[in-house]
């Protein structure tokens, strides 16, 4: 699986836009990208993932580069329960056989 | 509620004593793991399982024995736990192949081995 770099930690306003970056230069055709939360110590929490073509759910929006080496999640509206740390993580296909591989993350903090 | 639980949440035990943490999904999901979360190392894979009676090692079994007996239930076995083994756990699955691939992580179980 492709290596990924997120920065270590990033603040956002409440009420703005969070916008997480995430670089996988070495990313192959087959790999996809996938974020993950956790919430202090809780249990990661999916929130979005995709291919080649931006993505967007309930949750945030993922905007993927033509080139396929650099990622952002957009969390359009933070609010305070937003705060946590955020894992870009880029693993081959969309079966749920595989195992994530986490790294460091960025820890996201919301201010009021 | 679709869900993955954990017990115990909470446990601190002594060196060599055995333990169990069980983990259960209502979700009918073929994939089950464990990951333990440790400080400046992340989450690690201890051991997965992709169907009843089919578990295999991740990258830190050492220490850990898991069955799989049932579909629901993925079990983590502590035969003669140590102190290295203090550590925060997640039980996670999904639907296995072909499923859209949202992996359910539990709440986790701190553990403190003395």
């Known amino acids: 699986d492709a290596k990924t770099t997120q920065p270590p930690s990033m603040d956002c306003a409440e009420g703005r836009a969070a916008n997480l970056p995430c670089n996988h230069s070495?990313?192959?055709?087959?790999?996809?990208v996938y974020w993950y939360r956790q919430i202090h110590s809780q249990g990661p929490q999916y929130i979005i993932h995709?291919?080649?073509n931006n993505e967007t759910n309930e949750m945030a929006s993922l905007i993927i580069t033509e080139d396929r080496k650099s990622s952002t999640l957009i969390l359009p509206h933070a609010t305070l329960r937003d705060t946590a740390v955020y894992y870009c993580?880029?693993?081959?296909?969309?079966?749920?056989?595989?195992?994530?591989?986490f790294g460091a993350g960025t820890r996201l903090a919301v201010h009021p | 509620e679709a869900q993955v639980t954990q017990n115990p949440r909470y446990l601190i035990t002594v060196t060599g004593k055995k333990l169990t943490v069980t983990c259960s999904q209502n979700?009918?999901?073929?994939?089950m793991s464990w990951y333990r979360q440790d400080p400046g190392l992340g989450l690690r894979q201890i051991y997965y399982?992709?169907?009843?009676?089919?578990?295999d090692k991740g990258d830190v079994p050492e220490g850990y024995k898991v069955s799989r007996k049932e579909k629901r239930n993925f079990p983590l076995i502590l035969e003669s736990p140590s102190p290295n083994q203090t550590s925060l756990y997640f039980c996670?699955?999904?639907?296995?192949?072909?499923?859209?691939?949202?992996?359910?992580f539990g709440p986790g179980t701190r553990l403190t081995v003395l």
């Open positions: 996670a699955s999904s639907g296995g192949q072909g499923a859209y691939n949202e992996q359910f």
């Open positions: 070495t990313i192959s055709g087959n790999e996809y």
């Open positions: 995709g291919l080649k």
């Open positions: 993580i880029v693993r081959v296909g969309s079966g749920g056989y595989n195992k994530l591989i």
């Open positions: 979700m009918n999901h073929e994939y």
């Open positions: 399982s992709m169907n009843v009676e089919v578990t």
